[in-house]
């Protein structure tokens, strides 16, 4: 079994910074990409950011500039800086990642259980 754990969100001001972490445990052959995406209410779930396992970054033109996605490999950790926060961040955030379980498994994706983060003053 694999999990994925967050951690970091919170109620910031505008303006404010958060660190989300998400970790992946379990039983992990290897993690190929990674990401974080975010659900208003009403709204759909949407792409944030992703990282591969060599370090290619992709962004949504909302958060370009302002957020940055990182991973640690040996710790099968992504991470997403979050810097000058709007109100139209607030969200619940969600951490993806593509994981396969042994050398001859198929990969599958695998999502955390969310983390709220509220942007307000």
């Known amino acids: 079994q694999v999990q994925l754990v967050e951690s970091g969100g919170g109620l910031v001001q505008p303006g404010g910074s958060l660190r989300l972490s998400c970790a992946a445990s379990g039983s992990i052959f290897s993690c190929d990409a990674m990401g974080w995406y975010r659900q208003a209410p009403g709204k759909q779930r949407e792409l944030v950011a992703t990282i591969t396992s060599s370090g290619r970054t992709n962004y949504a033109d909302s958060v370009k500039g302002r957020f940055t996605i990182s991973r640690d490999n040996a710790k099968n950790t992504v991470y997403l800086q979050m810097n000058s926060l709007k109100p139209e961040d607030t969200a619940v955030y969600y951490c993806?990642?593509?994981?396969?379980?042994?050398?001859?498994?198929?990969?599958?994706?695998?999502w955390g259980q969310g983390t709220q983060v509220t942007v307000s003053s």
């Open positions: 993806n990642a593509e994981i396969r379980s042994a050398w001859y498994s198929s990969w599958y994706e695998y």
